[in-house]
């Protein structure tokens, strides 16, 4: 009887260790698959420090996680072909997701398609997909809110002082650029675009923005507010703007949030930068990456933060200091 007992107990006990086993080896062949997943983040272009940060922090990001993260970029910005070229590859790959930094909002549609067909799952940072539907989930800051914020800031430091306005445009057809000078627009009131005398576009580059400042200036000498897409283009401008002699006439309002910009910021060339985070865009696309990857579900929509930082508060306008600036920035 006792062997009988001791029998039937050795059997269950093997088929608890057999079944721990089995559910044991299923979470590690789990573990593997996850540190193995291959995650692709794409960024517009490696030139602008902007993007520099979001693809270290991304592959820091893999690191922690357990994925690997492989960063690639285009060769300027609205290089939208190697984009292309670039999913199709992560599609070869059988990368589990991609993370990309679209050049052209509407320029990858058939591209993602693909993937989307392959089983991958895409996160849209910083610049939304068209259509949104393309995107299983979107990490970004309120391009939006962040242009109404200068706008805001603008109007309230120029009071009844009429605006002569110039835009420096990013890339057309991005929809960080639209939102970015459109809410700007809204911000500063209605029918502000009756105040501006010249646009034109920088692809997000200093060079760009100084040579395009240049010109604006020979034609509209009376410029006294400057938007600009970001602040490579801020600081291009502002070289410009100096060497005309005019640096205490004319306002330039801008964003990231880089700390180069933020110290253009403390110097006087730029009067706003509204931050935004892009190492927390990386960080938060890359763990939806995995999980999404994993077939989890998650969010549609993650807003990483807008902050307007300048060394001038104005009335009713939401800001912080430049010390902020400085502690916070990349």
């Not at 993370?99 to 610049?127: E, F, H, M, Y």
């Not at 109404?148 to 800031?153: D, P, T, Y």
Request: glycine share 10%; net charge positive; with cysteine.
């Amino acid at each position: 009887m006792m062997l009988k007992v001791s029998t039937r107990s050795f059997i269950v006990a093997v088929a608890i260790m057999t079944g721990a086993v089995a559910f044991g080896g299923a979470s590690v062949r789990h573990a593997s698959a996850a540190s193995g997943m291959t995650i692709g983040y794409l960024v517009k272009t490696l030139s602008n420090p902007y993007f520099v940060a979001m693809g270290d922090a991304a592959k820091a990001a893999g690191a922690k996680y357990g994925a690997t993260v492989v960063v690639e970029a285009g060769k300027y910005d609205g290089d939208n072909s190697s984009q292309i070229s670039q999913v199709d590859d992560f599609v070869t790959r059988q990368a589990k997701a991609i993370a990309l930094v679209p050049n052209l909002s509407s320029g990858l549609d058939t591209a993602l398609r693909r993937a989307k067909a392959a089983g991958i799952a895409i996160i849209a940072v910083d610049t939304a997909l068209a259509p949104t539907s393309l995107a299983t989930s979107f990490v970004a800051t309120d391009n939006l809110k962040a242009g109404v914020l200068n706008g805001r800031w603008a109007k309230a430091k120029f009071g009844s002082t009429k605006p002569v306005i110039a835009l420096l445009e990013g890339t057309p057809g991005s929809s960080v650029n639209s939102d970015r000078m459109n809410g700007f627009l809204q911000g500063y009131g209605p029918n502000t675009k009756q105040y501006v005398v010249a646009d034109q576009i920088a692809n997000g580059d200093q060079g760009k923005g100084q040579t395009a400042m240049e010109n604006i200036l020979t034609a509209h000498p009376d410029v006294n507010l400057v938007w600009t897409i970001n602040e490579p283009v801020a600081l291009g401008a502002a070289t410009a703007i100096k060497a005309h002699g005019m640096a205490d006439k004319i306002t330039i309002v801008s964003m990231d949030g880089s700390c180069r910009g933020i110290k253009g910021v403390r110097d006087g060339a730029i009067a706003t930068d509204v931050m935004q985070f892009p190492k927390k865009m990386a960080t938060e696309a890359v763990q939806l990456a995995q999980q999404a990857g994993d077939g989890k579900k998650i969010p549609a929509r993650v807003d990483t933060g807008e902050t307007l930082v300048t060394a001038h508060t104005e009335a009713g306008v939401p800001s912080q200091s430049v010390e902020y600036g400085l502690k916070n920035c990349w």
